[in-house]
């Protein structure tokens, strides 16, 4: 449940006077790192603390103090509250109060927390740590509370953010090895096989390139990056060539970045490969290379798309007076996003305001082609907007796309009102309304 809906409900009980809500402090403790800070922020503002301040003792009133906007009232529940898998989180967030005595009485009953209380607080600790200038003690008390193996341990449970935050307190402490740097790259999260990724340079050089083996093939782009970079260090040119073929995009920009750091002929890589092979081809237009001009305006009509995306892109350096007539061609058959950022580069011309307005005001087209033409007309001056105003006026549709009023758009309208005649401003106006 998200803070905004627990303090909705919170406030019902309280002001209903239905106090033994045991069910709301377990909620509360399910809450994500995220979700309990937001809690822990907006609850100040927004409980009823005249109903809190006479509720009869228990649970939710011994969990609610905490938050208090009171530093009194948080200082003298931090001295008395039951230590539960909860109040331990709260207090990890008490430990970066803005109060000195709170995050005192915080950091005192946090050390009085067994092993088990402190692990569940784990995720946080790591939140506050990142987030909050004052959490750095809180490091300090991790790495006295919890061994290294005791981190390992936890790096290995079904709980993603407490495999997560053992990870990153285990990279903090620089206590990674090898043999850890092999288990993360094989973790099925992401952030796991990051942090993998950042620790490679760390490792000597038959470890490193171990690890950068296993996730040169990462199906995510920026963590195979960096384990590129470190093969590209290790073996120099030898692993750029495979790369400017991978399957990711990603890897295929740093390997051509690569490329022309290391001397490597990234074109002649492409053209050796089989003149269809799709990658090569969006390999070569990535290139933009004047060289293959007459090969890009081919790829234009090519039946894969990606090709064809790829050879328009291109041919916006190569030929930009025939890519926008491309373009154009496709913003008109429904093709869109590719067409529409070549047609952005410039100011259209008459006769593109004029395909561009059609568009505009066309009611069979989807609501999102017709605002992509209306932000293409945008492009350069407000005055080309009024060309589609007037044309729908003329076919009675307004060109701002019905449901998605956008009061931007209107005063921006408003303001061109003045150059019409009296006559065709009052129907603009009525347009509008």
């Given amino acids: 449940m998200a803070a905004d809906q627990l303090i909705y409900r919170v406030t019902y009980h309280l002001l209903a006077g239905q106090h033994e809500a045991a069910g709301l402090v377990v ?46 009232v948080r200082q003298a529940a931090l001295e008395t509250v039951p230590l539960t ?64 193996d005791d981190l390992r341990a936890l790096a290995d449970v079904p709980d993603l953010a407490l495999r997560r935050a053992a990870w990153r307190r285990l ?76 399957r990711s995009a990603t890897v295929r920009r740093a390997a051509r970045d690569w490329a022309r750091v290391r001397d490597v002929d990234a074109r002649a890589v492409y053209l050796a490969r089989d003149p269809r092979d799709e990658l090569a081809l969006v390999g070569l237009a990535a290139l933009r290379d004047p060289r293959d001009a007459e090969l890009v305006r081919a790829m234009v009509d090519d039946p894969r798309a990606r090709v064809r995306r790829a050879g328009l ?30 047609l952005r580069a410039g100011s259209p011309s008459a006769a593109e305001i004029t395909v561009l ?14 605002e992509r033409a209306l932000s293409l007309l945008r492009v350069g001056t407000w005055t080309h907007f009024t060309v589609a105003m007037e044309a729908s006026l003329l076919t009675g549709v307004l060109p701002v796309p019905q449901g998605r009023p956008r009061a931007h758009l209107r005063a921006r309208i408003a303001r061109l009102l003045p150059a019409y005649d009296g006559a065709r401003r009052a129907a603009i106006e009525l347009a509008l309304r």
């Fill in 27 to 72: 909620e509360l403790g399910e809450q994500s790192p995220r979700e309990l800070v937001r809690f822990d922020q907006r609850s100040r503002r927004e409980l009823p603390w005249g109903s809190v301040v006479r509720m009869s003792p228990g649970p939710l009133k011994d969990v609610l103090e905490l938050f208090s906007p009171s530093g009194h």
């Fill in 85 to 148: 898998p909860l109040t331990a989180r709260v207090l990890v967030l008490r430990c970066a109060d803005w109060v000195a005595e709170v995050r005192s009485a915080a950091f005192t009953r946090l050390r009085a927390c067994d092993r088990d209380l402190l692990v569940a607080a784990l995720p946080l600790v790591a939140w506050v740590m990142d987030e909050w200038t004052r959490g750095d003690l809180l490091g300090a008390l991790l790495d006295e509370r919890l061994t290294d």
């Fill in 171 to 246: 990279t903090a402490r620089g206590a990674i090895t090898p043999a850890d740097v092999q288990r993360a790259a094989a973790d099925e999260d992401v952030a796991v096989r990051g942090i993998a990724a950042r620790s490679l340079p760390d490792l000597a050089e038959a470890d490193r390139r171990a690890a950068a083996e296993r996730l040169l093939d990462d199906r995510v782009g920026w963590v195979a990056v960096r384990a590129l970079t470190e093969l590209v260090r290790l073996d120099g040119a030898d692993r750029i060539v495979p790369a400017l073929t991978a």
């Fill in 313 to 342: 892109r291109a041919l916006a350096t190569l030929d930009e007076p025939e890519a926008r007539r491309i373009a154009l061609i496709w913003l008109e058959a429904g093709a869109g996003r590719v067409a529409a950022d070549v």
């Fill in 357 to 370: 307005t059609a568009i505009a005001c066309d009611r069979e087209r989807r609501p999102g082609a017709r």
